[in-house]
Nanobody
Framework: QVVLVESGGGLVQPGGSLRLSCAAS????????IGWFRQAPGKQREGVSC????????YYRDSVKGRFNITRDNAKNAVFLEMNSLKPEDTAVYYC?????????????????????????WGQGTQVTVSS
């Protein structure tokens, strides 16, 4: 059974930083595509970042480019999302996700955005609030 657990969220002032973690149990994250999504109240879920299984590919939505960085640590069986220069509009619940079908593949993109329907296994989410 694929289990993903996010952590690292919290309340931070504008301009601050947070590091989100996505830890896996029940499987090895090596070579799996891992995506980060977020959903703010009253808004649709949106893809934030993604790291491919084995190609070294990364994806960032335009609004977070240059501020967010996604990395993986296979020894810890985890993927991290480093978020810097946070803005109030980054406030959301952040989810990590993967899918058995994304083993060894690339980040699934459609019209330049991360396609959430390709991800079948999701964590419970971690709240990020950016406010002064």
């Amino acid at each position: 059974q694929v289990v993903l657990v996010e952590s690292g969220g919290g309340l931070v002032q504008p301009g601050g930083s947070l590091r989100l973690s996505c830890a896996a149990s029940g499987f090895s994250m090596d070579n799996y595509v891992i995506g980060w999504f977020r959903q703010a109240p009253g808004k649709q879920r949106e893809g934030v970042s993604c790291i491919s299984g084995r190609w070294g590919q990364t994806y960032y939505r335009d609004s977070v480019k240059g501020r967010f960085n996604i990395t993986r640590d296979n020894a810890k069986n985890a993927v991290f999302l480093e978020m810097n220069s946070l803005k109030p509009e980054d406030t959301a619940v952040y989810y990590c996700a993967t899918d058995r079908g994304l083993y060894g593949g690339r980040c699934p993109l459609l019209a330049g955005t991360l396609r959430s329907r390709d991800f079948g296994s999701w964590g419970q989410g971690t709240q990020v609030t950016v406010s002064s």
